[in-house]
């Protein structure tokens, strides 16, 4: 089959590989019908160093082709959601839907462990991991959607909830990416009255503003903060979505929060030290977020994906071939797509 | 009057100055029957430079002598509690509650604001600020308890509150001041099923025991983190309420909370940057706390006071007349005493 590696800073290739086999009786192959291009792929696509290649991609959508015999809850022929991480589904961690902290769990593309951007891939702890939607075919066209539950709706999602989004409040989304709008949809729908989305790429902002957005700030820095203070009575916003995961981001959210508020990072944060004393201290600004556990809201988010209500899939702007994914790599680093959608 | 004024580090002195009086219609005028120390008031006796003489104290019980005429909540021979901040109690933070961010509120000890530490104060916005309790004279046993209101059992109790404490869970209490007990206590009064204590006093653990704590680690760095992990099912804490304010305490949050689970400060920091990235990130561990909004659990708290089913005035082991005060801050400095009563 054919599958995606990295080989190093800018090194994408497609490469015949091996088909997936069973190892373990709780595996299951999963032949991949959709997949797509993470803003994160692009943190090793700016930085991996060269040499040892590894299976790339962690979101994805399919049709079980085969289960070991220990696998119940999915059999052949099912389509499934495969959420961004693997989980054994059974340890305290799992029962208690934080799925991104399992005992047992790893990333696609470990060992042994194909990556999302192939045409098929084993999956460890089929049971724990993967989420079957019955009824789904491979040329629906809520493919785009599901797809994002794999991830990008489910990290916004993930910002919204663990900021404590309410009815009536001001929500402020810093970053116009996927997560960014998506996190938008999700405030939206927990019932945030204004929401304030701070970006300035004027096709994503108008997407975020049909997925909820009520105000949308493109400046950047003081001014930035000045504006979203202003929007949101002078104080500041109830809930602040980080979802970017720089420093200036991180900034820019210190500086939007209001007092008694909560900064929520979904952005993986590419610094180790920031200001996190007296800053958050004195307002009591609480800080929240981190690696999304998505596997826990397929559930909650789906009815309305499938009925139509919220069509998150509209972050898919270009869709490419196996063949192309390396020309995906470059138009979502260009930024000339905002979310790239594989049809292998 | 006789009042406490900080001139520099480790000078402090009692001193005659004028008595109090109203100024704005919305003041009082409090006769303070009993103050204390702060751990708090620790920091300015370390590093205050000289030059600026400030009243000091923060936390009082006392007697309504005189109000402003649009004071309606308290009157002339009212016992009140203040907390450690003054509010308006009418601005949009202080109806959520959140008054230590009031608009237009402020220190004790500033401009035409007394002490706490005192014979009497001007109280501005009486309304906003007092809590009067019925019914209490000024030889009632429960004085120090309801001392600890105006501060230090309330900053326990927002630890607790803040973390999300819930029945059943596992707490760890880092720091076994005044704070860190009443965190204890107050964990105990949510619920939680074990509370690890972290500190090394055995006077103040062993209250801490009697507070609720079913288990008291007294190893620091590693050895305490490996110990409290042992404790706690090998993951860690669910709840981890730091009450120190120095950077090995929050180190040693980081290394005692389970993932998914959150770190309260109600010690302020005594840092700006922090580790702050992807340590609270991967594992969805929230960073929560603050200035302790104590106005807002005083009635939550009182009616255990008042009925001796709690004893949080336990916490003060040395009571000085107001001419003992200097003597006060060597004890509580030299660790010689745990917290210092004053009776004017």
């Known amino acids: 089959m054919r599958a995606t590696y990295i080989h190093g800073a800018g090194d994408i290739r497609i490469e015949t590989v091996p088909d997936p086999v069973l ?26 160093p060269a040499g040892n290649p590894r299976a790339i991609g962690h979101e994805f959508i399919g049709i079980v082709e085969d289960t070991g015999s220990a696998v119940h809850t999915v059999k052949r022929g099912d389509f499934v959601i495969a959420p961004f991480v693997w989980s054994d589904g059974t340890c305290e961690f799992c029962r208690e839907g934080l799925f991104t902290s399992c005992l047992h769990g790893g990333d696609w593309g470990d060992e042994n462990v194909g990556g999302g951007q192939g045409e098929a891939t084993r999956v460890p702890f089929a049971d724990g991991t ?27 999602y993930h910002a919204a909830v663990t900021a404590g989004v309410r009815p009536g409040e001001t929500v402020a989304v810093i970053g116009d990416g996927a997560v960014g709008l998506l996190a938008v949809l999700a405030a939206k729908q927990l019932g945030a009255e204004r929401i304030i989305l701070m970006g300035r790429h004027q096709a994503r902002t108008d997407l975020g503003r049909e997925f909820g957005a009520t105000d949308v700030v493109s ?55 920031a200001p996190a004393g007296r800053v958050l201290f004195s307002p009591n600004v609480t800080l929240t977020g981190g690696v999304a556990p998505v596997r826990k809201y397929i559930g909650t988010l789906l009815p309305a994906v499938l009925d139509g209500t919220v069509n998150p899939g509209r972050v898919f702007d270009k869709t490419v071939s196996i063949e192309d994914v390396p020309a995906g790599y470059v138009a979502m680093d260009e930024r000339t797509a905002l979310k790239v959608l594989i049809a292998p």
């Open 23 to 48: 190892i373990d009786p709780t595996d299951a192959i999963v032949r991949i019908v959709r997949a797509c291009i993470c803003g994160s792929d692009l943190h090793p696509y700016h930085s991996k």
């Open 130 to 156: 993967l989420v079957p939607v019955p009824g789904i075919t491979e040329d629906s066209p809520l493919l785009p959607s599901l797809l994002t539950l794999s991830d990008v709706y489910g990290t916004g």
């Open 219 to 273: 400046e950047r820095g003081e001014e930035g903060i000045a504006k979203v203070r202003e929007l949101s009575g002078g104080h500041g916003a109830h809930r602040v979505l980080e979802a970017v995961g720089f420093m200036p981001a991180y900034e820019q959210a210190l500086g939007v929060v209001r007092p008694g508020g909560a900064i929520s990072r979904v952005g993986v944060p590419q610094y180790a030290e």
